[in-house]
């Protein structure tokens, strides 16, 4: 998200006040709880699911970054269709990438 300032000089102090826009102000406003919400929460587990290349194991790796939706109330159907390239030369997507113990069972 691009940040949009606003300078403003102030009369009083003569000191440089910045001003965010509306939307970023009520984003600043709008703190997370402690607690994880549920969408924190899958895509943690997510990432540990689909965290290895599938050819070498590998944990790194390049990809494209596209954004694609979460449902909550499906979260089955979630599927990061991102391009992943592993150092080893395998092209696949992120959701084909496995997680440790599928890594341990092969």
Sequence with gaps: MFKWWKKFRSSDTREDIIYM???????????????????????????????????CGYDGYVTTLIAYIYNSNDHESYKDEN????????????????????????
């Design 21 to 55: 826009d509306y939307i970023t102000q009520l984003r600043a406003h709008n703190v997370k709880s402690v607690t994880k919400s549920q969408h924190d929460l899958f895509m943690e587990q997510y990432e540990l699911d689909h965290k290895y290349c599938p050819d």
């Design 83 to 106: 391009t992943a390239r592993c150092k080893c030369g395998s092209v696949h997507i992120v959701h084909d990438r496995v997680s440790e113990s599928k890594l341990d069972n092969n």
